[in-house]
Structure formats: structure tokens, C-alpha cells
């Protein structure tokens, strides 16, 4: 038997300390779910993964582990494929089917590094920097998640935002303990004016510092032409102000700064519509559902080809995928934006060993050790895994977490 081939896919279900982050879709849980993936070769060798959580990603990344076996690791291509075509009968999606693929390549690289002694930036042709600019990302939020069903109320470092004072005290915050350079704020949450008023107050605490405001399709396009207006010269790019290709494109006729998604272009067939519309300036990449490391290497010469910028989006995630986001972001020239990430509001919980990855003066410094550079702590891991299981989640749902705050609470989109 060959040692570069996979003997095991091991699917563990985590879940981690999320703060009351708010965005249009209601509030972030107390707990937020991933799933950690170690790709186990006939020599030993191990390959890391991390995916988002969820019981249907659960379900598929189990498919995916019965499909990958006595495949050789570095036919990183026909492993995705072949995960491909075992999802086809269930689930329709290419988006869908491409969450579960990209995790699996992503292991799949750190093995092969690590057999190489390589970093994977190494694999995707070599890095073009040595530190990844990150964004500090923004949020409205609660001072505390609510006392709940006898559970006492958590706390955090952080404090309330809930107008532009507190969005710019976080902001400081961020600056403070990460040196971040450029500043995302996740809108939606309130009506336009408010979120513009936030804004303009960032600018002024911030000048001449690159801003973006996104408020997830929370707008009809008559609102989102009125906030780009409002806001011209002070946002870098306005991010999924409104739903869809179509909505965007009329968006993008008077807007007069950039548009960027992570929401109507997340799969390859919706970048020739998108583009023949001029729907979009910027895209935000992400390796999780783009079909992994490879793929948004080479999505990245696309955009390049079609004049579109590049920028990377991010869910709330630990370090696996921080150092497989670093890695695809230094091996990409047409990097034109500071890179999206949550990481910053976990609490501490991380499943690599020595705990979270360092960023510093706003970047995270590529790994230079084989594979992703990074290694698994078990003990954290089964903790983390334990508290999967206590707490029953199947899935995210902030606005149902909202709901059992404010019953009256109606998910809208558009909302204004
Ligand atoms: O840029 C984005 O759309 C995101 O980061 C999506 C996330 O789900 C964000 O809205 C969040 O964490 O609440
Ligand atoms: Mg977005």
C-alpha cells in the first residue's frame, strides 16, 4: 500500500464562545459550530481541515470521509471530484457540494506539505509576501449575552456597540490590540442613516484609513443608491448593499464607489452574469466554498483577467482556516484589499497548539513550517467537541437566538 494514500478522514463537530454579534439577520449565538478534519495517511502522516458547522455539513463531510479512502492524497483534483460526484444525488448545489470538497482539499495540502516539508503557500506557486494584510470587522453588539433559561449572562472584553460611539471605541479597540489598518463594518442592523452616521464617525477617527460598510442584503436598491451617495469618498466599497446580480448591477450604475459580495457571485457559473452586468467591482473570495486553495488561486487570475478586485471574506472561524486563508492570500499578486476576518472575536478557544495565531500591526505573518504550519491539540479539540455535543445545536440560527430575546422580531430582507 502506498504511504501517500488516505487510510481515514476523521470528522470532528467542535463548537466555541461566540460573542452577541449583530447583522441582518438577527444576533450571533453564544456558541458558534465548526467541524475540524484530520486526513489521515497510510505513513502517519496527518492533513488538517476546518469547515464550517452544521448538521448537513456534518452529514456531507461524512460522505466525503467514506469517499476519500485509498485515494492518493496527491490527486488533490480527482478527490474533489470525487466528493462531487457522491453529493450530485443529494444535494444540488455546486455552492453547496463545494463547502465540503474545499475542506477536504485543504487537508489534503497540508499533507502534502508536511510529506514534502514544504509550506503550502509553497504548493499554490510560491508566496508573493511574507504578511497578509486583515481588516479589523466591525459589529454592532450587546454588551452581554442575555441571562437565558436560569444560564447566567456572558460577558466579553469588548462592550456594547450599539451607535457610532461604541462602533468607533471598538474600532479603537481593534487598532489597539491587532494594529489593524482598515475597518469593515457589518451594517444592516439599523436604519441606513444610523449605520452612514457610524461611518462618517470612523472616518473621522480614522482619516484616510480604507472603510466598508455591509450590510448583507439588508437594502432595496432605491436605499442602497441613497447610501452610496451619502457615503461617497468615504468607503473603499460598499458590500452587498442589495440582493442578487440584477439588484447589484442597478446598484452599481450611480453607486460611486466600488461594489464587492460574498453573496450574489459564490459559485462559477454566477461570474459571467455578474460581469457582463458590471454587478461588481470587488470580490470577496473564500477559499471554504470556492473549491479550496487551489481553485481561489486560480479564481483570483479570473478577476484579474476581468478587471475585478479582490478582497477575501470570512465566517467566524479558528486557526486551521486563518492559516489556510494566510497561505491562498500570500500566493495571489492581485490581492488588492486587506482580507476579511472574525478571528478576533473568539474568546480564546483554539484548536491549534499554542494557542490563536498572532496578528500583529493588522497581518498575520504566512507559516513557514511544512503544510499549513500548524498542529492539532487534542485535548482542546475533545473539549471543544464535548461542548458540541452538550449543547445540541444542529446549526446557526441568529434569528431565532434573537427571537428569544425580542419576540417580535420578523427576519426582513430587504428591511429598509
Ligand atoms: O461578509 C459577510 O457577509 C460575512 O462575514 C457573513 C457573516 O455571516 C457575518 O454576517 C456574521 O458573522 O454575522
Ligand atoms: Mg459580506
Redesign the pocket.
Known amino acids: 500500500m502506498s504511504a501517500t494514500r488516505i487510510r481515514e478522514l476523521i470528522v470532528t463537530p467542535i463548537a466555541f464562545s461566540d460573542p452577541p454579534?449583530?447583522?441582518?439577520?438577527g444576533c450571533?449565538e453564544p456558541l458558534a459550530l465548526r467541524i475540524i478534519l484530520q486526513l489521515v495517511l497510510e505513513d502517519g502522516t496527518v492533513g488538517l481541515g476546518e469547515s464550517p458547522g452544521g448538521a448537513a455539513r456534518l452529514e456531507r463531510l461524512e460522505i466525503a470521509a467514506q469517499t476519500v479512502v485509498g485515494m492518493d492524497v496527491f490527486d488533490a483534483t480527482a478527490v474533489s471530484a470525487a466528493i462531487d460526484t457522491a453529493l450530485r444525488p443529494t444535494v444540488d448545489s455546486s455552492h453547496e457540494r463545494g463547502w465540503t470538497s474545499s475542506a477536504v482539499e485543504v487537508a489534503c495540502l497540508d499533507a502534502q506539505g508536511k510529506l514534502l516539508g514544504r509550506p503550502v503557500s509553497d504548493l499554490l506557486g510560491g508566496r508573493v509576501r511574507d504578511t497578509v494584510p486583515f481588516a479589523a470587522?466591525l459589529?454592532y453588539k450587546w454588551a452581554e449575552h442575555p441571562e437565558l433559561d436560569g444560564r447566567p449572562a456572558i460577558t466579553d472584553d469588548w462592550g456594547a456597540a450599539l451607535d457610532p460611539a461604541g462602533i468607533v471605541e471598538q474600532a479603537r479597540l481593534m487598532h489597539e490590540r491587532y494594529g489593524f489598518e482598515s475597518f469593515?463594518l457589518?451594517g444592516g442592523v439599523f436604519p441606513p442613516d444610523e449605520e452612514i452616521a457610524a461611518i462618517r464617525a470612523l472616518a473621522e477617527a480614522f482619516p484616510g484609513r480604507p472603510l466598508r460598510l455591509?450590510p448583507?442584503i439588508a437594502w432595496t436598491v432605491e436605499t442602497s443608491r441613497y447610501v452610496a451617495e451619502q457615503l461617497d469618498g468615504v468607503l473603499e466599497y460598499l458590500?452587498?448593499p442589495t440582493r442578487g446580480i440584477e439588484g447589484m448591477a442597478e446598484v452599481a450604475r450611480t453607486a460611486p464607489m466600488p461594489l464587492a459580495t460574498?453573496?450574489c457571485v459564490i459559485a462559477w457559473e454566477h461570474l459571467k452574469p455578474a460581469i457582463e452586468q458590471g454587478a461588481i467591482q470587488v470580490l470577496?473570495t473564500d477559499h471554504h466554498y470556492w473549491g479550496g486553495l487551489r481553485r481561489t488561486r486560480e479564481l483570483a487570475a479570473v478577476c484579474e483577467a476581468f478587471g475585478v478586485k479582490l478582497s477575501m471574506?470570512?465566517?467566524?472561524h479558528l486557526g486551521i482556516s486563518l492559516a489556510a486563508m494566510t497561505h491562498v492570500a500570500a500566493a495571489i499578486p492581485n490581492l488588492d484589499h486587506s482580507c476579511?476576518t472574525?478571528y478576533p472575536w473568539n474568546s480564546g478557544d483554539e484548536v491549534i497548539v499554542g494557542g490563536p495565531l498572532k496578528i500583529e500591526n493588522g497581518e498575520v505573518r504566512v507559516p513557514t513550517g511544512p503544510g499549513l504550519g500548524v498542529d492539532l491539540d487534542h485535548d482542546v479539540l475533545e473539549r471543544l467537541h464535548r461542548r458540541y455535543l452538550d449543547s445540541g445545536m444542529k446549526g446557526r440560527d441568529?434569528t431565532g437566538y434573537m427571537r428569544t430575546f425580542q419576540p417580535e422580531y420578523e427576519l426582513r430582507l430587504p428591511r429598509w
Not at 21 to 25: A, D, F, I, W
Not at 313 to 316: A, D, M
Request: glycine share 0%; aromatic share 8%; charged share 30%.
Open positions: 454579534l449583530l447583522n441582518s439577520n450571533h470587522y459589529f469593515k457589518k455591509d448583507n458590500e452587498d460574498n453573496m470577496l471574506h470570512s465566517n467566524s476579511d472574525h441568529d
